[in-house]
């Protein structure tokens, strides 16, 4: 069975402080991919970044950067410099197989910068 | 840049009325699901279809529930006799073709569907 923990519920940082979501997941598939999505308070969910299981390069797309590690299973995701429009839920996600793969979501963090 | 579209924005159905839910996905795209999420709670996955049939389906999509492609445009989601469990966001995806290509899903803005 596949499963993500984000044991963060909420987190709250002032403007410009840095802040890192931490996301744990269990999978027996060898071949996988991870994901964070942003929803902000409009509910939307945004798509963020992409990581399959053999890339364990860690990426940094401005502000953002992802730390992704097999031997801890986990795929953390820190923000450089909060700012007030960071404000969201933020979920890991995990699909396990090619073809029609479904999310399997963590609970999400939702994440207050305050000004 | 496209992007997949939801209809209605905002649902508000009587307990044991049937609603049906909306969606255009992306137009190249081959795979097409559901997700819901409960007011404060986790997305959680409830259908998968493609080639014109469910591929995978969750535990709580039980028989009050159906998927249709009824033309080439719209992927539609029914509830035949709504509960008031039903209230949620209902969360159209779809994502573009097979193997490593098939990621990522790209989301609807959602329908939040209100069972009075």
């Known amino acids: 069975a596949q499963k993500v923990t984000q044991a963060q519920t909420e987190i709250s940082v002032v403007e410009k402080e840095d802040v890192t979501l931490d996301c744990v997941y269990e999978?027996?598939?060898?071949?996988?991919?991870l994901f964070w999505y942003k929803q902000p308070p409009s509910g939307e969910l945004v798509f963020l970044i992409r990581?399959?299981?053999?890339?364990?390069q860690n990426e940094i797309s401005g502000r953002y950067s992802w730390n992704f590690q097999k031997s801890t299973s986990s795929f953390n995701f820190t923000i450089t410099a909060s700012q007030v429009v960071d404000s969201a839920v933020y979920f890991c996600a995990l699909t396990h197989r090619q073809g029609a793969q479904k999310l399997v979501f963590g609970q999400g963090t939702r994440l207050t910068i305050n000004p | 840049e496209p992007e997949v579209t939801q209809t209605p924005s905002h649902q508000v159905t009587q307990m044991g009325q049937e609603v049906i839910l909306r969606c255009v996905p992306i137009?190249?795209?081959?795979?097409f699901y559901w997700y819901r999420q409960i007011l404060g709670q986790k997305v959680e996955f409830l259908v998968s279809f493609y080639n014109n049939e469910i591929s995978e389906k969750s535990e709580i999509f039980d028989d009050q529930f159906s998927v249709e492609r009824p033309d080439g445009s719209n992927f539609t989601l029914k509830i035949r006799s709504t509960k008031l469990e039903d209230s949620a966001m209902y969360f159209c995806a779809s994502s573009p073709g097979t193997g490593t290509n098939n990621q990522p899903q790209h989301f609807g803005d959602g329908t939040r569907l209100s069972i009075l």
């Open positions: 999978t027996r598939d060898t071949t996988y991919y």
């Open positions: 137009s190249n795209h081959l795979y």
């Open positions: 990581r399959n299981s053999f890339d364990e």
